[in-house]
């Protein structure tokens, strides 16, 4: 298996410019989750959905954000308009739930996203 | 590679020795608990896990405590080598009333291993 698989995996734009992130789940995972990582605020749950079904987006910091899940195999992050405390890298993790608890995330390299 | 965070404790070890990194956890009804590793440049990649009906668990070289009683969790790596220096996650999954589960990640330790 590919693993997670996320592209671009480097974002340079331009303040109010559109940024959108792209991620493909492992095949057969239920859940997709994107997190965004920095510095200061280290590892933050942004959204995560359940069988392409978005179950909560309570980490998402602004109207700014919107994810989406077409389908099983695809999820888009979409930065309208991008701002300089946006840039982060972030990443998606692809999880499947097991018997009882044992939904173990594994993550994707990561999109460096930089707003100038 | 990316920071993961300037002010992020540290462990320096000498290669060879025995590592150990200390978690708290916040939330008494976390029932799962998972440790990952994170590289520089590359996600965050899963280590172990643990049930909260367990206190200990074993994997190769890596050995996962947990201590309910006083929310503490910790990662013993045996004979550490270079290549396990990276930033150490611990992260807590609660079940919530709704049906869904949130994982809550720690802010992470950076282990150093001299060689």
């Known amino acids: 298996d590919a693993g997670v698989i996320q592209s671009p995996r480097h974002e340079v734009t331009e303040m109010g410019q ?20 920095t510095m200061m605020r280290g590892l933050e749950l942004l959204i995560y959905f359940n069988n392409n079904v978005p179950i909560d987006d309570s980490g998402m910091p602004e109207d700014r954000f919107s994810a989406k899940m077409p389908n099983a195999s695809f999820s888009t992050l979409k930065i309208q308009p991008s701002e300089p405390r946006d840039s982060a890298v972030y990443f ?5 739930e097991g018997e009882g608890l044992t939904d173990t995330q594994y993550f994707g390299p990561g999109t460096r996203l930089t707003v100038l | 590679g990316e920071s993961v965070g300037l002010h992020l404790p540290t ?20 029932d799962y608990f998972i440790w990952y590793k994170q590289e520089s440049g ?9 049930r909260s009906n367990m206190d200990k668990r074993q ?5 996962v405590l947990l201590n309910k009683t006083v929310k503490h969790l910790s990662l013993q790596i045996a004979a550490t080598q270079p290549g ?22 720690g802010s992470g330790t950076r282990l150093q291993v001299q060689p």
């Open chain 1, 92 to 96: 998606c993790a692809s999880s499947r």
């Open chain 2, 59 to 63: 994997g190769q070289r890596v050995t």
């Open chain 2, 11 to 30: 462990l320096s070890v000498q290669e060879g020795d025995n590592s150990i990194i200390n978690c708290a956890y916040s939330n008494s009804a976390s």
């Open chain 2, 84 to 105: 396990d220096s990276a930033v150490y996650f611990c992260a807590e999954n609660i079940s919530l009333d709704t049906g869904r589960r949130a994982l809550t990640f």
């Open chain 1, 18 to 37: 559109e940024v959108t992130l792209r991620c493909k789940p492992i095949s057969g995972h239920d859940y997709l989750f994107w997190y965004r990582q």
């Open chain 2, 42 to 50: 590359k996600g965050p990649q899963f280590i172990i896990d643990i």
